[in-house]
């Protein structure tokens, strides 16, 4: 990946990936070398380690992931459940499509329950409710733009209960000072907004970019 500005001082960050972070298969760092030799974005190992832990204890029946990437985030999480079901969402079916490979290589693909989806994410959203409208565990790693629909979407149809895990809600610190002119500075803005004023409580984890979890509240 190309660099971007962490939250951390100077090297702290990839020491923390490097060296502090448990990682249960070898094949973690395998992906992260290849997302940043080919420019993918995907979650820090840090990150990584706090949602596999968080998905053991909420031990959700059907898990959404918007973003698959190259399926780092999915199989983090599906280590951490691997009991539970994941339906995953990118339109970039060839780079997704390395989620299998490596869980193969990881050697867990017979054990864990990952259906892909090539789509659009609102598209998704819009003409497949069938699909994730059951789902329990909602993880949001996808265009910064479309994060304050998708909030909207899913915080309305959500059953009571339902936990969402949004990442970059740090935005590379940019939530400091953010630039009017872009619109993923503002999205990420808005969607701090909603949920502030909308989500009874909420956790901000200060890892990678800033990883937000939060409930909806059970009737």
């Not at 999480?77 to 989620?99: C, K, W, Y």
């Not at 609102?122 to 789902?135: I, K, T, Y």
């Not at 996808?142 to 059953?159: G, M, N, S, V």
Request: charged fraction near 25%.
């Amino acid at each position: 990946m190309k660099p971007r500005p962490s939250i951390y001082i100077p090297e702290l960050e990839s020491f923390i990936d490097s060296s502090l972070v448990y990682k249960p298969s070898p094949i973690f760092s395998e992906m992260e070398a290849y997302a940043k030799e080919k420019n993918i974005p995907i979650v820090t190992a840090a990150t990584g380690a706090v949602m596999s832990h968080l998905v053991s204890l909420l031990s959700p029946n059907q898990v959404l992931e918007l973003g698959t990437g190259l399926g780092y985030s999915t199989l983090w999480m599906a280590v951490g459940s691997p009991n539970s079901q994941f339906i995953t969402v990118d339109r970039h079916e060839e780079q997704a499509s390395l989620l299998d490979e490596y869980a193969k290589k990881m050697g867990i693909w017979e054990q864990i329950h990952v259906k892909r989806i090539t789509a659009s994410v609102m598209e998704f959203l819009s003409e497949r409710r069938d699909l994730w409208l059951e789902s329990d565990l909602f993880f949001v790693d996808c265009d910064k733009i479309t994060y304050p629909e998708i909030f909207r979407i899913l915080w309305a149809e959500a059953k009571p209960g339902s936990s969402f895990l949004f990442d970059n809600m740090l935005w590379h610190g940019r939530v400091l000072h953010p630039d009017p002119k872009k619109p993923s500075d503002l999205a990420v803005m808005s969607l701090w907004d909603e949920v502030k004023s909308q989500v009874s409580s909420y956790t901000l984890y200060p890892v990678g970019d800033g990883l937000l979890f939060f409930q909806k509240d059970k009737k």
